[in-house]
């Protein structure tokens, strides 16, 4: 039985970079249920900074985490390292009794998920991995229409996420360390096939490419292009790039029409949906929304409740273990079977949480030497 808490919940926030900064800590003011009541970082001015920010005194170092964790200070973390890291901060916020809100990709390994999903039922604390699209509602609404079969029988997805990626970024960093266009853009293509379809995969097929002559691509892959089998006869395709025009759109076709987001998947603008069934078309602009309240609302709701998230460790999980399948095909140029752990839910409607935007912070910055 997962141990209930009062509301407030009070969390830690574990690294503090670029979305943590412009997303996460800021996004507090609009979550009335959770409260920011620890920092964790490597960087001193950061701590310094955003401490004074958000008036928050209790300020720690990395190699202090389990002194942060332990002092009675926090009821969860959100963690927002990089992806090798999740791994070992889960595990050791999951020993020391604290509920974890983790930034997706989940780890970088499908081993790695199912050792932090084992950890945090052993030690009855909650896991949620932080997909804030369950939680927004163009893309809630076009779940609904295609599960009330405004769009026929489904049949494929089409959808892309690019942008241009700096030299040194951190998503540059090798694909065995959870670099790659895949773990950072491409894992929100294969969430919304996957809760649209409201399946799992079976096979994939996928090609990555490194544009010759362009450093940053010395470690990772610069855009990769992948096709996911469903059951059903349906198809999944996509493509997420680091060094091109910025995209994010879908796009879900069934025998009677289709639902085009796009924007479909950023969080510091406007998203857009349109339903187009025979020769009838709706749709909405949004306003522009944060999408990080909403998780933080959601997820102190259900440690308040002892309630199990959706989406859980279990649907972290399934995305790694389509990612690692994408890259071997990839690597291999040969189709990859897949047997995904199915989560036991999937996001429904209902879970539409609508908080206000605001202005993107400036961004303390980690000194170049």
Do not use: W
């Not at 001015?45 to 200070?73: M, P, W």
């Not at 769009?151 to 959870?178: A, C, M, N, T, Y």
């Not at 749709?283 to 002892?306: H, M, N, T, V």
């Amino acid at each position: 039985m997962v141990k209930t808490t009062e509301k407030p919940i009070r969390y830690a926030v574990i690294g503090l970079g670029h979305i943590a900064q412009a997303a996460v800590l800021p996004a507090f003011e609009n979550a009335e249920n959770a409260t920011l009541s620890a920092l964790i970082s490597g960087d001193d001015d950061k701590l310094e900074g955003l401490g004074q920010r958000y008036g928050i005194d209790a300020l720690y170092h990395y190699d202090q985490f389990d002194e942060a964790i332990s002092d009675d200070l926090v009821d969860a973390v959100y963690i927002a390292l990089p992806n090798h890291l999740h791994h070992e901060y889960v595990l050791r916020a999951a020993r020391a009794g604290v509920h974890v809100l983790c930034e997706k990709p989940l780890a970088v390994t499908s081993e790695q998920c199912e050792a932090m999903i084992e950890a945090c039922e052993e030690h009855d604390v909650l896991l949620m991995t932080a997909y804030r699209l369950h939680f927004e509602a163009a893309n809630l609404r076009t779940i609904d229409a295609a599960r009330n079969g405004e769009f026929g029988e489904l049949r494929f997805f089409q959808g892309s996420f690019s942008q241009h990626v700096s030299g040194g970024d951190i998503r540059l960093f090798p694909i065995e360390k959870g670099g790659g266009s895949v773990y950072d853009m491409g894992v929100y293509c294969i969430n919304a096939a996957r809760y649209l379809f409201g399946d799992e995969p079976f096979e994939v097929v996928a090609i990555s490419e490194r544009k010759k002559g362009d450093e940053r691509f010395t470690e990772s892959d610069e855009m990769t292009g992948a096709l996911l089998r469903f059951p059903g006869d349906r198809i999944a395709m996509f493509v997420s790039a680091f060094g091109s025009y910025r995209t994010s759109m879908y796009r879900l076709v069934g025998t009677k029409g289709e639902a085009v987001l796009e924007p479909a998947f950023e969080y510091a603008t406007n998203l857009k949906y349109e339903f187009r069934v025979g020769d009838r078309a709706e749709g909405e602009k949004l306003e522009k929304r944060d999408q990080f309240g909403p998780e933080l609302i959601y997820f102190s709701d259900c440690i308040a409740q002892g309630r199990r998230p959706e989406p859980d460790g279990y649907e972290g999980l399934a995305d790694v273990q389509i990612i690692e399948a994408i890259y071997e095909s990839a690597r291999t140029k040969k189709p990859v079977p897949v047997d995904i752990v199915e989560p036991p839910a999937r996001p429904t409607v209902e879970q539409i949480i609508t908080r206000p935007g605001f202005e993107k912070p400036e961004e303390i910055k980690r000194p170049k030497n």
